[in-house]
Structures are given as structure tokens and as C-alpha cells.
């Protein structure tokens, strides 16, 4: 009586080494994210003694110290400011915006934006550096 045996050949790749190359590609693009800073726009913000952070990406609007109005990286002028202020938020359906003013600049411009945002039932934080 012969014995037939199942020898079947499985093909293999080997994966050994790709668990070493995707530690390396996460740390890397874990790095340059890091690094990789959403606000070009330099400003000297106010100091705080305590300041959070926040991990989701609100609305930012930066003013300088030229009085030039930037919402998210885009330049607006003041007049038109409220408008693409609106559109904004209600595109991202986000009701917070970050403020940042130099710490230099009057008071009268945080208390313009915070007017505008009192009439557009938006919530303003103003960034701080500690």
C-alpha cells in the first residue's frame, strides 16, 4: 500500500526586517511633525505662568505688529475680517478661535477682535507663550 504524503510547498516572504523599516518611518514622520510648526506668522506673544496647549486645530487669527490680520496663514484685511471670520467658522463648524496679538500691540485691537467674536457667538483664546 503506498502512502501518499501532503508535502505542499507554501510560499513565504520574509517580513522579518519590515517591522524594523515602518519603527524607523514612524519615528521619523513622528519627528518632523513635531518640528513642523502650523503658525509661520512670528509674533512675540504675552507671557504666562501657565499656558495649555490644545490638541485639536481651532481657527487661528494673528495679528502683527504692522496691524496686518492673518486668518489661518491668509492675509484679510480688517474691513472684510468679520466676513471671512464667519465663513470660516462655520466651514470647519468650529466655534473656538485662537487669538494671537503680539504682546506689544494696544489693547483697543484684542478688544475689536473680541467684538467681533461676541457678535458671531464665537469663543476666543487668546495664546500665550510661557
Known amino acids: 500500500m503506498a502512502i501518499k504524503r501532503n508535502k ?3 510560499p513565504e516572504i520574509p517580513t522579518s526586517s519590515l517591522s524594523d523599516i515602518m519603527f524607523f518611518l514612524f519615528l521619523f514622520f513622528l519627528i518632523i511633525s513635531t518640528l ?3 503658525n509661520v506668522i ?4 504675552p507671557k504666562a505662568k501657565s499656558n495649555e496647549t490644545t490638541n485639536k486645530d481651532h481657527v487661528t487669527i494673528s495679528v502683527t505688529e504692522d496691524k496686518l490680520y ?7 484685511p480688517f474691513d472684510q475680517l ?3 471670520l464667519f465663513n ?4 470647519l463648524n468650529d466655534k473656538v478661535v485662537v487669538v494671537r496679538v503680539p504682546a ?12 467681533m ?13 510661557k
Open 117 to 129: 467674536g461676541v457678535k458671531l457667538k464665537l469663543n476666543f483664546v487668546i495664546a500665550t507663550s
Open 42 to 45: 512670528k509674533l512675540t506673544l
Open 8 to 10: 505542499r510547498l507554501h
Open 70 to 76: 492673518y486668518i489661518d496663514k491668509e492675509q484679510v
Open 36 to 38: 513642523a510648526n502650523p
Open 88 to 91: 470660516k467658522t462655520t466651514m
Open 104 to 115: 506689544d500691540n494696544k489693547v483697543q485691537d484684542l478688544v475689536d477682535l473680541m467684538q
Open 82 to 84: 468679520e466676513q471671512a
